[in-house]
């Protein structure tokens, strides 16, 4: 999906807030601002409630960095609305939950097990055009960082925000980036002691 259009899609999901359910017109629901999609295997599983509890943890970062957050599954929101009144983890969970439950949206974005029939644990971050920047697949019995998709988000509104600097490994916001060119082939670590191109 990388550098691809999200696939049009209207989906049903359930709304932690207001404990309603409403239509979600992607990618037109999320356009002009970045978004994070995720996707995790199902409700009232092991790893998965960890995760969204994460997410939640972060929830005043990702609002700062302007990142519209999407969880989903294959389950129904009647699923999803009871797993949040359940369990410990989600207690205040507020990001809406996608209801994929014939798993055609999951299918098109390539992450439906058929073997399973659910979807696997993957996350999506979307630029404000609708295009897909990062996509990040992990194993069922593993859970992802929200830290680790918090920086992926931040380097690619960087990236977008300064065209042609580039961000080298496990950059954060303020260190130093870098503008590939002739100049620093070979000597790209001179260049990171230099400074490079830094943040404001």
Known sequence: MISKKLPEYTLEA?????ETSKKITLPKDISGHFAL??????????VCPTE??????????F???DLHILVGSTDTVYTHKAWVETEELLRGFQYPMLADHNGSFSRALGIYNEDTGIARRASFIVDPDGIVRA?????SN???????LLRLAKSLKFV???????CPASWDEGEATLTPGLKIVGHVGAALQKGGKTTA
Request: negative net charge; without cysteine; hydrophobic residues 35%.
């Open 14 to 18: 359930y709304e932690p807030k207001t």
């Open 160 to 166: 977008r925000e300064n065209p042609g600097a580039a």
């Open 142 to 148: 593993i859970g992802r960082s929200a830290g680790e």
């Open 52 to 61: 969204l509890a994460d997410l939640h943890r972060r929830k005043a970062e």
């Open 135 to 139: 996509e990040y697949h992990v194993e």
């Open 63 to 65: 609002e700062k960095l």
């Open 37 to 46: 999609i995720f996707f995790y295997p199902a409700d009232f599983t092991f």
